[in-house]
């Protein structure tokens, strides 16, 4: 890699809405928590090792139906935003802290395999949190 040496155009993506291939044989709902897999491709939310949290899916996507294929369609994802989730074991106190995915429609403070889904911003209940989801930080 060379250093610049004179202006530069970068090219740019606004940040919090992506556009993700999906998995082969994956059906994603709108309003799902997203992860993106070992392969980079998008999956459901699951506690599954080596998933990383993506966001919130904000349309369906079927790559299910005949002639599926990895990376055949893609799903809008949002992130960078504060989304109400349904969560276990939440208390006051859970402000700030992480929460992992515990499938495609719940987080959790814990779980087996620690795919973090976000921070708590604020308490709503024992099963309701609002989470601050940053979108994909796949650590190397």
């Not at 994956?26 to 699951?46: E, H, L, Q, R, S």
Request: contains cysteine; proline residues 1%.
């Amino acid at each position: 890699m060379t250093a610049l040496a004179a202006d530069a155009q970068i090219s740019t993506k606004d940040s919090g809405l992506r556009s993700y291939k999906v998995a082969d044989n994956v059906k994603i709902f709108k309003g799902a928590i997203v992860c993106i897999d070992t392969n980079g491709y998008a999956n459901v939310g699951a506690d599954t090792a080596s998933f990383v949290c993506a966001g919130i899916a904000i349309e369906q996507c079927d790559n299910t139906q005949a002639g599926h294929a990895a990376g055949g369609k893609r799903v809008r994802v949002q992130s960078g935003k504060h989304f109400l989730l349904a969560a276990t074991g939440m208390a006051q106190t859970s402000v700030g802290l992480a929460v992992m995915v515990k499938d495609s429609g719940s987080v959790g403070l814990t779980s087996t395999n620690s795919v973090k889904a976000g921070t708590v911003t604020e308490y709503v209940s024992a099963t309701s949190v609002w989470v601050f989801m940053p979108g994909v930080e796949r650590t190397i």
